[in-house]
């Protein structure tokens, strides 16, 4: 997922550059549309490794994930495209990641899919 965020990040600053109320909305906004693209190669993944129907497994998981980091994510992300620069900014992620990781864990794990 590293090297996906870090292409979207680069790609949005030079799509929508800036740390003013309109770019940071934007990048926001952008980043709120993508995120179901991010948790479906997750959350299908894992059903690969586990030999569950990936179908299935995204359709369980992917809404309520992309829900909860709705809510997440966005006060995250405005945040960091005000104070963070740029360079710094997968790093920031990664270390706010390691907590969605958790609960990205957690919901794939607790969420069976009936076979």
Request: charged content about 10%; proline content about 10%.
């Amino acid at each position: 997922m590293a090297p996906m965020s870090h292409t979207l990040e680069t790609l949005l600053e030079a799509l929508l550059p800036g740390a003013t109320i309109r770019p940071i909305s934007q990048k926001v906004v952008a980043r709120i549309l993508v995120a179901p693209l991010f948790l479906s190669v997750s959350f299908g993944s894992i059903a690969m490794l586990r030999g569950e129907p990936v179908l299935l497994s995204l359709q369980a998981k992917v809404l309520p994930a992309w829900q909860t980091g709705s809510l997440f994510w966005p006060v995250v992300a405005a945040a960091t495209y005000k104070f963070v620069p740029l360079p710094a900014r997968p790093a920031t992620g990664a270390i706010v990641g390691s907590a969605w990781s958790c609960y990205l864990s957690w919901v794939a794990y607790t969420r069976k899919i009936a076979p």
